[in-house]
């Protein structure tokens, strides 16, 4: 399938400020841009870094007092696998590879050793792997109400539990939590994502099973399949698509996600969708 | 300066569990082995991995039901630099190796968003650098006291920086957080350490100064040329001793560390101590 | 029926300290004391305060450095009202007696405002009043591990809900706090209970419904026709045992509460009970 | 000095809605009505209740859905009590009246359980009585940013400690939390204020020293012979202006304060200032 993006920024600089900024999407995996441009106005020198562990993108500019516009667009090929439900099966942790292990802790917003009992109460014993996770995202969704305001850049999923009140990002880092609680490796994944009302950036995530990362989404506000990745990470404290040290504010941010080529309806899957090489 | 060090832990476990140790010291940067033995009792496999990124060195076993041993012995050669203070400056973010950059982020123990008001309040205009760190240190020394049992493995900064007590651990957390807060990278560093009463497994924390990664030790319980590195990480979570998945038990772990070869007394160094490569 | 009980507390004192022992029986409502002593070993000077509006009897008192042994035996005549479930309305708030009122909002341990929204989802729909209460109980006691040591003094609703374990003080706060949520006025008891293994003060709550305080249990631990009230108060913050303002320690207390004149096994109720005056 | 004082709220109605308002002015102590009015619009039948023991008036009235105007309009006189600093002593807890010493405890928003150490360190050594709590109040305005927007209705003592920013609600809540961690009593008070810029409900708070309740304000935003008690209470938790049972929205309130018969400027004191009885 391809999409076509389009991501607009402005801010407005008060005194020098560092902005990393991670919004273009990233091109390993089932993933391919096809074309792309990335372009500030006025324009600053950048400095581009691609993590190579993580496929992550980041663009670095100092930026000096004034205003700025920035955009990205890009023509993307998505190419997820699908796999039949069950087939999926939690890893052994003694089996785990060593660089997946990071995935188990705690972070930030993904206080997975406080929810543990919980976890193990709620889903110990509900399936196995794909199923597991599965339960976890309907627990979620059934759980939470997804509230635009409700939470903010602090809220962790320890707050979410408690208040069962969040947006995507929120919905993610609870995900997260659980699986990790449970011993299944599970990453944020900030995401362009098609069909999402309004059109924003979308969080959702990965959990580590079969030998490969999964995608997951508690809101089931748009289809797997329209997840186009731009960075995954711990949690939000390492995966913002944007970071500054300085001053900055401007107005809301303007996302566009098209699918291209599209004559007919697509029936979307229910079935595991992964994004990753192999 | 030579030493020898020995660590001793005992184990029950009453399923099979997942046993992943990390108490091997590093053997990179400025830190070799001269001889070290890692034995456990009854023999298993065991699977190493060492981090190529951070040198941190795992050993992760499938434990059946029983009592078991281990010891891991080495001596050790640490070379640390050192330099003098004031000359030491921090690196502007805009120059920051992109690999570095993920110590800026806040982690599970190391709410650096939620400090960030009160560490520029506190340490904004003091020095820069070395010096900023170093007054960083200083309040956390006068300000919290070093209580045995006043934390558990759930508590974080932001509990430590309001109910002024913890331990060693909690004393590196609160330092990276403020580090964070201003543009700092800091890691945790778990170590053995010379002259630690009573002996212990030890937490510090390095800051990226100038170039390269520093030692600091908000509790002064021991000299920076006797820390013997083990792990560094975003903070405790991903940097314990032990991490297992199962059930285990087991009397509390002896440790000893000695320096070798000690004919007169050592003056140690008030100065910047770094076991960086570089 | 008829109680016999003992309370025995052993104090260390290392510098001028202010104790306020709140460890006699409630003699009001359905309780009436048949006996009592109050002794201090060696004598000291105690004021004596009962609260008008909730009859907790306070026990002040400045005791010099040195040991002190306090005994407090009783013999009460408790005749709680019982009454058939289905008949015990939720009161609405406008029709609610004004000084019941406080006992609806949040307190320190009882953080009703964050935990309305999941209070409605879970309870929202479930029968009225001692029929919600009820629910709310057995929710506790289904979802929260009753395990010795896994709270302390600073633990609140807050942390038992999302920890999922605590003692009986957490099971208390936290159907305290699910009540307020939902509108029903609730507050914390301390008392001394009957068959409670291993012999101790007890924590339970007390909900307002139909115009009276009835009495509940989530540990489930004991009956509720033997609970003796001592204190009554928004919760653990203000219904202590003992406060002491200074320097105290010393060995754990020992309570032992048992029933007079019993010949024959008694069958416990398990409708709804009351010891409040009408 | 004399007061004229309006209020005007508008609330739009829902479904059935219980609504407490507590914003009429107290008439104890050194506080008299001279004339005032309390009307809503439509007529709704509404029931008054003055608390004996703290002359909080409550108005509590069942709204149909609607669109409701209320109006509180007041003169009042205030004959406020000053003393010279210096000789009003804290009082040993031990002599403290028995209804004061509940305010001794932690409340909802005021954890001075979790705030003792630091309030020792910082406080215990300086002054006695009203120059404590004074030098609490100093440490407040200068430690904590005064920012609308930066918290909200969930937001204690214990947050505001830690992200340092708040507006007049968290800064009392701070300072009654470092006074009951000292072994002082303290109480929230909800009040109209004059000179407070944006006009606005105010909050402040009592410090019980010397066998009296004594204002103190650490906002530093308006003279404390213009404020015009409303509501005391443990914290804003039962002091509130509004509280609901159902579902209500509106404008911004209206607050107007101004001062009658002045024709010269009065020089405001600084000295201790009291609204007690005697």
Same mark, same amino acid.
């Given at each position: 399938m391809q999409f076509r993006l389009r991501c607009e920024l402005q801010y407005d600089i008060a005194t020098p400020t560092t902005v990393i900024l991670n919004v273009e999407a990233q091109r390993g995996g089932r993933q391919s841009i096809l074309?792309?441009?990335?372009?500030?106005?006025p324009q600053v020198q950048s400095?581009?870094?691609?993590?190579?562990?993580?496929?992550?993108r980041y663009r670095r500019m100092l930026l000096q007092p004034g205003r700025?516009?920035?955009?990205?667009?890009?023509?993307i090929e998505s190419t997820p696998t699908t796999r039949s439900i069950g087939s999926i099966p939690q890893v052994p942790i003694v089996e785990l590879p060593f660089?997946?292990?990071?995935?188990?802790y705690p972070s930030?917003? =993904?206080?997975?050793?406080?929810?543990?009992?919980?976890?193990?109460?709620?889903?110990?014993?509900?399936?196995?792997?794909?199923?597991?996770?599965?339960a976890i995202c309907n627990w979620i969704y059934e759980n939470v109400d997804?509230?635009?305001?409700?939470?903010?850049?602090?809220?962790s999923a320890y707050d979410t539990f408690t208040l069962r009140a969040g947006v995507c990002r929120d919905f993610a880092h609870l995900g997260i939590t659980f699986a990790r609680a449970l011993g299944i490796p599970a990453r944020f994944v900030s995401a362009y994502a098609l069909d999402l009302v309004p059109q924003d950036f979308h969080a959702v995530f990965e959990a580590y099973l079969g030998g490969q990362w999964y995608l997951f989404d508690?809101?089931?506000? =748009?289809?797997?399949?329209?997840?186009?990745?731009?960075?995954?990470?711990?949690?939000?404290?390492d995966s913002a698509f944007l970071t500054f040290f300085g001053q900055l504010s401007g107005?809301?941010?303007?996302?566009?996600v098209e699918r291209l080529n599209t004559s007919q309806t697509t029936q979307w899957t229910t079935e595991p969708v992964s994004l990753s090489a192999i």
């Open positions: 074309g792309e441009a990335f372009t500030v106005e400095e581009e870094y691609e993590v190579p562990e993580t496929g992550n700025y516009s920035v955009w990205y667009t890009a023509e660089d997946v292990m990071n995935h188990l930030r917003y =993904c206080q997975s050793d406080k929810l543990a009992r919980f976890a193990w109460r709620q889903f110990g014993e509900i399936g196995d792997g794909y199923e597991k996770v599965t997804y509230l635009e305001g409700s939470s903010d850049s602090s809220t508690a809101t089931r506000l =748009c289809p797997l399949e329209g997840i186009l990745k731009i960075a995954v990470g711990r949690d939000a404290a107005p809301p941010k303007l996302i566009r």
